[in-house]
């Protein structure tokens, strides 16, 4: 899905001039921001864990060392599985230092699945695993993982596992207190606590616009932003900014690169990675964008961003969309697991979109087969439903894929 945007930039990067120097003393072009008023500088992209997970231990090595020497220094991690948790271990292996670990607590990884947990023992030992596996014994942000409801929210206040959050800033293991959201309202909830420190939120031009009115297709000013964009986002970006909370940006290419491509594109038109970090990060209160990055070749598009020109990151010129829909378009986010049944709930949603987009290939057939529970294992418990940020009709579409898929 992901195109590739002047594949050598990367290269030419490294040879710039007029650079800054950054962690190991390494010349780039990459710019950095205030993560809100932690006392951490953080590079405007960034990098997330899920690419990791289709990489063996070398191949991670390759790809966390582009992303360090090209100036990268923040990373997200949630419960992404062990392996991959080892992996990001191995990669960072004596460069440590050079990278902002933004980790999940309150999410594991059992029986195959992400599970979200507010189980103190449970985000104990998720949280003790992730240092572990990463062969260091504190992280820069502990980021309560996904609150997307009001119930959510309130559950986790004066409760055992908030003081373990507590605690582990206490000791030492997390440097600043963090929380993720797809919910503006509880993002903004949270910002107003006084104890959350940075907020991963999902932002995109499709978000702002789809979720609460239209924005006015104009770029930079937080006047024209802020015009058309649900009074509520708007009231939390303006509070972030004015408060110094640190924003991360999750799903800045709408969720699995969504917007990349006119054909997926919950604006119906496919904007280009550098129109969409541009737009986020027009947005005074953002500190990084956290891209989805699966391999070199996405690494090496992504960070054109450091020499794109003002007219490649135009996100202007792409103009109105004519049939916009969030709602149902699934982005492969996970955060609707577990399944009662076992089934990989978001690789059988993208199998079936790329099947219902392209037509069914003997190759998605192969791995559809391939995945552990299908779409016919569906058994309607609705248990998924309610954990959705993005209101899909999960059993309909594994009802769908029964259908397209034979099972
Ligand atoms: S409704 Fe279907 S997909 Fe959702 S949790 Fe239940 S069995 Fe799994
Ligand atoms: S169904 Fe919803 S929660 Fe599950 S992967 Fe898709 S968008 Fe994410």
């Known amino acids: 899905m992901r195109k590739i945007y002047i594949l050598f930039s990367a290269v030419l990067c490294l040879m710039a001039v007029g650079c800054r120097q950054?962690?190991?003393?390494?010349?780039?072009?990459?710019?950095?921001?205030?993560?809100?008023?932690?006392?951490?500088?953080?590079?405007?992209?960034?990098?997330?864990?899920?690419?990791?997970?289709?990489?063996?231990?070398?191949?991670?090595?390759?790809?966390?060392?582009?992303?360090?020497?090209?100036?990268?220094?923040?990373?997200?991690?949630?419960?992404?599985?062990?392996?991959?948790?080892?992996?990001?271990?191995?990669?960072?292996?004596?460069?440590?230092?050079?990278?902002?670990?933004?980790?999940?607590?309150?999410?594991?990884?059992?029986?195959?699945q992400h599970v979200r947990t507010r189980d103190v023992e449970e985000a104990k030992a998720?949280?003790?695993?992730?240092?572990?596996?990463?062969?260091?014994?504190?992280?820069?942000?502990?980021?309560?993982?996904?609150?997307?409801s009001h119930e959510e929210w309130e559950a986790i206040q004066d409760s055992p596992f908030l003081d373990y959050v507590f605690q582990l800033k206490k000791e030492g293991k997390i440097k600043h207190i963090g929380l993720s959201s797809h919910?503006?309202?509880?993002?903004?909830?949270?910002?107003?606590?006084?104890?959350?420190?940075?907020?991963?939120?999902?932002?995109?031009?499709?978000?702002?616009?789809?979720?609460?009115?239209?924005?006015?297709?104009?770029?930079?000013?937080m006047d024209n932003l802020q015009a058309g964009i649900d009074p509520v986002r708007v009231e939390?970006?303006?509070?972030?900014?004015?408060?110094?909370?640190?924003?991360?940006?999750?799903?800045?290419?709408?969720?699995?690169?969504?917007?990349l491509d006119a054909k997926t594109s919950q604006l119906g038109v496919a904007y280009t990675p550098e129109q969409c970090i541009a737009y986020c990060l027009a947005n005074p209160c953002i500190s990084t964008c956290i891209l989805g990055i699966d391999n070199l070749d996405e690494?090496?598009?992504?960070?054109?961003?450091?020499?794109?020109?003002e007219a490649e990151k135009?996100?202007?010129?792409?103009?109105?969309?004519?049939?916009?829909?969030?709602?149902?378009?699934?982005?492969?986010?996970?955060?609707?697991?577990p399944c009662t049944a076992g089934i990989p709930i978001a690789k059988v949603n993208e199998l079936l979109d790329k099947a219902e987009r392209d037509g069914l290939t003997p190759e998605l057939q192969e791995q559809y087969n391939a995945l552990g529970k299908h779409g016919s294992d569906c058994t309607h418990c609705g248990a998924c439903l309610s954990r959705c940020p993005f209101g899909v009709d999960i059993p309909s579409r594994m009802d769908a894929a029964r259908t397209m898929f034979g099972h």
């Not at 998720?126 to 997307?148: A, K, Q, S």
């Not at 509880?186 to 239209?214: C, H, Q, T, Y």
Request: hydrophobic share 35%.
């Open 22 to 112: 950054q962690g190991g003393g390494k010349a780039t072009d990459m710019k950095y921001r205030p993560l809100g008023d932690t006392g951490l500088e953080v590079s405007e992209i960034s990098i997330g864990c899920g690419g990791f997970e289709k990489l063996d231990s070398a191949a991670s090595l390759e790809l966390m060392t582009m992303a360090l020497d090209s100036g990268m220094n923040y990373i997200d991690i949630y419960d992404c599985t062990p392996k991959t948790r080892s992996n990001i271990g191995y990669a960072l292996q004596g460069r440590r230092k050079e990278m902002i670990i933004q980790g999940h607590i309150g999410t594991i990884y059992k029986d195959g």
């Open 126 to 148: 998720g949280f003790e695993d992730l240092l572990e596996r990463l062969h260091t014994d504190y992280i820069e942000v502990g980021m309560i993982h996904i609150t997307d």
């Open 183 to 221: 919910n503006a309202e509880v993002a903004l909830r949270a910002a107003k606590s006084g104890w959350v420190e940075v907020i991963m939120f999902s932002l995109n031009p499709a978000f702002d616009r789809l979720r609460g009115g239209a924005v006015p297709w104009e770029k930079g000013a």
């Open 236 to 259: 939390f970006y303006d509070y972030c900014a004015t408060h110094k909370i640190g924003v991360t940006v999750m799903k800045t290419f709408g969720g699995g690169g969504r917007l």
């Open 299 to 309: 690494l090496k598009a992504d960070l054109h961003w450091m020499h794109a020109t």
């Open 314 to 337: 135009d996100y202007t010129q792409v103009g109105q969309h004519e049939k916009p829909s969030l709602g149902g378009d699934c982005t492969y986010c996970n955060h609707c697991s």
